[in-house]
């Protein structure tokens, strides 16, 4: 069982508001990500980090920010929240070394902003 | 940079019937293959991986995969499907050259009749 957790599970918010998603994983992974999930759709990568103080952008532009001061610890933070960032939001990590490594997966924080 | 496709969207198959589910992948090099499991609401689940080595992965929940080279695919089977294995099925590409990170598929939905 993987022990990488995400908090809250649910967020409902009103437009204007700043927001922050956590996500921890106690497994030591240098590696950690978020993804884009839109119901029904695929993933779309939206930050990741190779460790701490490492900050990278995805594939997915995004006006979220990330910050990674503990190995363990990768928040996401959506300074105003408007209604298009509604969807669900997915941390993972991963080992950094050596090949062909599996991302594991938090059971996702589900955005609605009104 | 590496792509997957997962052809069929939707699958519906009856209880007890055998599944595949279709995955095809674009890279020039070995890649490294995943299928992951979603159920609603939550994270993803690893169900296997395929590395290197023999070409018929076994995951858990009694599935397993084949890697076949030539036709750049990595099929997902089970023999028997229980009502449980409802869910969303993603299939991944991760490669060396691009720091292990993984591209996702667009996911297939099965659903299973009783």
């Known amino acids: 069982e993987a022990d990488i957790y995400q908090t809250p599970r649910y967020l409902v918010i009103g437009t204007g508001k700043k927001i922050t998603l956590e996500c921890s994983q106690t497994m030591g992974h240098d590696k950690m990500y978020w993804y884009q999930q839109d119901p029904g759709m695929e993933l779309h990568l939206i930050h990741y980090?190779?460790?701490?103080?490492?900050?990278e952008k995805g594939d997915l532009s995004s006006e979220s920010t990330v910050s990674r001061i503990r190995t363990e610890h990768f928040p996401l933070t959506l300074e105003s929240a408007r209604p298009s960032h509604t969807s669900q939001y997915l941390c993972a990590s991963s080992v950094h070394r050596g090949l062909g490594n599996e991302q594991f997966f938090g059971p996702g924080t589900r955005l609605t902003v009104l | 940079a590496q792509s997957v496709t997962q052809p069929d969207i939707h699958i519906t198959v009856s209880e007890g019937a055998s599944l595949e589910l279709r995955c095809n992948y674009s890279?020039?090099?070995?890649?490294?293959l995943f299928w992951y499991v979603q159920s609603p609401g939550q994270g993803l689940q690893l169900l296997l991986k395929?590395?290197?080595?023999?070409?018929l992965v076994q995951g858990i929940k009694g599935f397993e995969a084949e890697f076949k080279r030539s036709q750049s695919s990595f099929n997902l089977r089970k023999p028997s499907v229980h009502w449980s294995d409802a869910a969303e099925y993603f299939c991944a590409v991760g490669a060396q050259d691009a720091g292990n990170m993984l591209t996702f598929g667009g996911g297939t939905r099965l659903m299973v009749k009783p």
């Open positions: 890279y020039g090099a070995t890649p490294y």
């Open positions: 395929y590395f290197s080595g023999d070409t």
């Open positions: 980090s190779y460790g701490v103080n490492s900050t």
